[in-house]
């Protein structure tokens, strides 16, 4: 329960974080950002970002989150006495940091299928080139932008190496309860049990990769029925 439980805290952190940090940089770079060489240059590192080993994102939040920022992640600007900075709020930030590239590159692709035309009938009856983004472009590019996002979280949560980095726990008993808090994670939980040389935590982990094969099909059904509810032909 206690893995469960991280697992999902670290994916709603990642959502909080990368979802409009990826939204409005995807929209930014495809209906404001001039056409020169310095998008150029964005665009190709982005789409290189979305192909980095996650051990590099998880030693980035080491130095960034965990000690740079320790002051935030570990709650002691905000009184909180009994923690540092190796908190489900730091590896949520990281698997924020390490999904942001592909949900950008998602986000833009869902933002291209949406026809010009309803761009020119908007500018034409006088619409500013935000109100044509915020009340066309964006509700028609929703539902792709969704379903990537929920593809781009899949593959956080079943992450090892950046958690490990970071400081998960291989064991604890309690629950996370805030952000600041200790925390492990199934597919942490998961490695921890096949290191055992017992053949009882081989079958506890078998189950819990059982446990999170569902939370990730669950995610992905998720996704196609985003998809397929909202989605529109043209």
Known sequence: RTAV????????IAILFALPIGTGAAIYLQEYAPKNWLTSIIQ??????????????????LAVFVRVME???SGSMFGVTDSNGRTVLSAGLTMGILVLPLIIIN????????????RQAAFGVGATRWQ?????????????????????ISRALGETAPLIVVGASTFISLDPDSPFSKFTALPIQIYQWTTRAQSEFHAIAAAAIIVLLVLLLTLNATAILLRNRFQRRW
């Open 5 to 12: 439980l991280g697992s999902l805290w670290l994916v709603g």
């Open 71 to 73: 002051s935030f992640t």
């Open 132 to 152: 044509t983004v915020w009340h066309h472009v964006l509700p028609n590019a929703l539902p792709g932008i969704l379903t990537g996002t929920i593809l781009a």
């Open 44 to 61: 190709t590192n982005i789409n290189n970002l979305a192909g980095v080993p996650s051990i590099v994102y998880g030693m980035l939040g």
């Open 107 to 118: 986000a833009q692709e869902a933002i291209k299928a949406v026809p010009d035309s309803l």
